[in-house]
């Protein structure tokens, strides 16, 4: 069984490795979309793979790194693509929910990223 929470947080952040004049090289912000998926047993008696709340209380330390932040300036973020971001919410998450499978980056509502750990 697969489940599916989804979060959004608003942050700033410019690409560094942009040649100068890029537009992606001066600071701007998204509406970042952030889901992580679970894949799971259910647990008896609950029927639910993981409580949607367990999720939350992980969740809410790194979200509070991100929403209303200037990522480049957070530790492993200083390159924030959308990729780098998956890859350092995965490696936030996984350990303490090993249930973990997929971290999507939606940078603008077109375009992201999907990581699921490799
Ligand atoms: N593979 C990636 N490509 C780009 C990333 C990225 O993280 N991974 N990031 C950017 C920029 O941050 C840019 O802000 C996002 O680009 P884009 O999706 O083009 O967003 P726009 O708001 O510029 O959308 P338009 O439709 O082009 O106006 C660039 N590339
Ligand atoms: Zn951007």
Not at 64 to 82: A, C, M, R, W, Y
Not at 100 to 109: D, R
Request: aromatic share 12%.
């Amino acid at each position: 069984m697969k489940i599916f929470k989804s979060y959004t947080f608003e942050a700033a952040h410019f690409l560094p490795q942009m040649p100068e004049g890029h537009p992606c090289r001066r600071i701007h912000g998204h509406s970042w979309k952030m889901e992580l998926h679970f894949d799971g047993e259910l647990v008896l008696p609950y029927e639910w793979v993981i409580d949607f709340h367990e999720i939350d209380s992980v969740v809410d330390p790194i979200y509070k790194i991100l929403d209303h932040n200037f990522l480049n300036e957070v530790e492993g973020l200083e390159n924030p693509t959308s990729e780098v971001i998956s890859i350092w919410v995965w490696n936030k998450i996984k350990e303490q929910l090993p249930a973990l499978c997929k971290v999507v980056i939606y940078e603008t509502p077109e375009a992201g990223t999907e990581y699921v750990g490799e």
